[in-house]
């Protein structure tokens, strides 16, 4: 059961993920890295085995969970929060310098002009 | 000291460039200058003391924190991590001394960037654990990020968008393979990773075979291999030109670790997953070279020519790369070698004439005459014989080696058209910009700015590079050559290394 959830979890989220990655404005492209980025935390996390009752700590417990997987998803989390936060301020960047947030500075009706 | 010479090349770039964020750095772009060229040197230093060490032939294992194999992260310091961690080296020398003429100045951090980025390029070259391979993707590509957007502007906030957005869904990927590799593996140990790939059960492997497909996917996009190039001729056309020039060898991150961790992984004889991807990468790599050369043809500007001249050497390499024997591996390693340096001079060269011509800049239109046209027209011959491989050039000798790699009549048939092709290609394409750049001119006056000297050394000294690749070339070639050899027989190396 539990895997039956946690696959369709992991596998909503990374289709919704790539849905909104392929769409045309800057906002909504983030959001879908953020949320493909949920997934593969989630799928890191479920790496090493799900199962429950085991020990974390040694000398608790006669199973032990893999400790690995956390330590993993630990930096995958530390480091995509540092990339979506700088994703962010250079989509406001881009915003700014270019005066429309679609993805390939062209706002859809001046596409002719400015190319 | 000798015992530490592995994490050197991570720790010297490091330590510089959170110095170089200090308040006594931070106020003066001067003794940012001079610090940041200080660590260079020492960089230089221990780059060239790893490459006599490690051309012993003795790979040595560095264990961060000492942890025995393969539980701990290990860093591997053989012929091919001292190779590129010494082409890297030399690159950011040539980056740094272009960026004195005044092109640091332009944004806040170029020099603690320029570090962090050498931290990240030669943690991912020395590292032999694949997470930790991806950490050191993370640093460098957020330096990247960051050096792309160095001195701003409309383009290189576009360009830098598609190149931030792509590599993150990379990085996704990447996440995703290692996690798959680990959960089927238990190890994320390369060597180790090898070892017990040759055990698996079929149903298991089906899995590897999916984790193995992401991690083409993800080596190809730093490679720029074909279905997976479009962010680079804006990227690199748009970047600052000592940002492009460092950016040379951000391609050939891909075919390094296409080399380091695919022959490491799927190497075993008779394996179901024996040399997996490379028919792939054949194809791939053949496609890349072709519309890479009609890029170049097709380019308006110079940039987005040498932007497209680098994808040709990525099609180039890939292709010859697929074949996989010892000579062709070692043929790639000097192509890479010659290829890197010869694109990041041709990177700032096309900005030293760009200078000189007033509002076209690099476009292909007939301008005002150049200032120094002599000067920078020899250098820009010189830099094209190189690069279409005609003697006697580095390029000349590369391109032969990798036409000799192909021993069977198909591939042959197949690899000398399309790289003899594109060749021509490359040379028409240059031939025409070199003569609409420095003959087409108009009725206006010669600008008054002439080049500045750090720039002109810089140029120079990666010119250099490709006579001293022909006449060293015996003891370059035979570099090569043991380091393929090394790479045939990574496990035995691995397991005999031991406790270092």
């Known amino acids: 059961m539990m895997e039956l959830l946690m696959s369709i979890v992991i596998g909503v989220l990374t289709a919704c993920g790539v849905l909104m990655m392929l769409r045309a404005r800057t906002f909504a492209v983030m959001l879908g890295l953020t949320m493909l980025s949920y997934a593969v935390n989630l799928f890191i996390f479920v790496s090493g085995g799900l199962t429950a009752g085991k020990g974390a700590v040694l000398g608790r417990s006669d199973i032990y969970s893999d400790p690995l997987p956390q330590a993993l998803v630990l930096t995958a989390i530390v480091i995509g929060f540092a990339m979506t936060a700088f994703l962010v301020i250079l989509a406001i960047r881009a915003r700014a310098d270019l005066g429309n947030d679609h993805v390939d500075g062209n706002s859809g009706k001046s596409q002719e002009d400015s190319a | ?500």
């Open chain 2, 1 to 500: 000291m000798m015992h530490h010479l592995p994490i050197l090349p991570i720790l010297v770039p490091l330590l510089t460039a959170a110095l170089l964020l200090l308040p006594p750095f931070q106020a003066k772009l001067s003794r940012q200058r001079w610090f940041s060229g200080a660590g260079l040197l020492l960089l230089l230093v221990v780059s060239v003391l790893g490459l006599v060490e490690s051309s012993t032939g003795v790979s040595s294992f560095y264990l961060l924190g000492n942890w025995p194999q393969p539980f701990g992260i290990v860093l591997v310091h053989d012929r091919l991590a001292a190779m590129f961690v010494l082409l890297a080296a030399v690159l950011a020398f040539a980056a740094w001394l272009f960026s004195l003429g005044g092109e640091d100045g332009q944004g806040a951090f170029y020099h603690p960037l320029l570090h962090f980025l050498l931290m990240g390029i030669n943690g991912a070259f020395l590292t032999g654990d694949l997470f930790n391979l991806f950490v050191f993707f993370e640093v460098l590509l957020i330096s990247s990020y960051g050096l792309l957007m160095h001195g701003g502007g409309k383009a290189r906030a576009r360009a830098g968008l598609h190149y931030v957005l792509m590599n993150l869904a990379g990085s996704a990927v990447f996440l995703l393979a290692l996690a798959l590799l680990y959960a089927v593996l238990g190890t994320l140990n390369i060597a180790d990773m090898a070892l017990r790939i040759n055990q698996l059960e079929p149903s298991q492997a089906l899995l590897v075979k999916a984790a193995a497909g992401m991690l083409l996917l993800v080596f190809g996009l730093k490679a720029a291999v074909l279905p997976l190039h479009f962010w680079l001729p804006s990227a690199y056309s748009s970047a600052a030109p000592a940002v492009a020039a460092m950016f040379a060898v951000m391609t050939k991150i891909g075919v390094y670790c296409l080399l380091r961790v695919f022959g490491t992984l799927f190497t075993e004889p008779g394996h179901p997953l024996q040399d997996f991807g490379q028919q792939l990468l054949w194809l791939a790599g053949l496609a890349t070279l072709l519309l890479a050369a009609i890029g170049v043809v097709a380019a308006q500007s110079l940039k987005k020519l040498v932007a497209y001249l680098v994808l040709v050497s990525v099609g180039s390499l890939i292709s010859v790369l697929a074949i996989g024997t010892v000579p062709a591996i070692a043929a790639v390693l000097y192509y890479c070698l010659h290829s890197t340096l010869i694109a990041a001079a041709l990177f700032l060269l096309a900005d030293v004439i760009a200078q000189q011509r007033g509002t076209v800049a690099d476009r292909l239109v007939s301008g005002r005459p150049l200032q120094q046209p002599v000067l920078l027209g020899t250098l820009f011959i010189v830099a094209a014989l190189a690069v279409v491989g005609m003697p006697p050039l580095s390029g000349f000798v590369g391109k032969i080696w990798l036409l000799q790699a192909a021993t069977e009549v198909s591939e042959r048939a197949a690899l000398w058209s399309v790289l003899l092709l594109s060749s021509l290609l490359v040379l028409i394409a240059l031939t025409r910009a070199g003569s609409t750049l420095f003959w087409r001119l108009n009725r206006q006056q010669a600008g008054s700015e002439s080049a500045s000297l750090p720039q002109l050394y810089a140029v120079l000294s990666l010119l250099l590079c490709s006579p001293l690749l022909v006449i060293f070339g015996d003891a370059v070639m035979q570099f090569c050559l043991a380091t393929a050899q090394q790479l045939q027989t990574p496990l035995a190396v691995m397991t005999a290394g031991g406790n270092q």
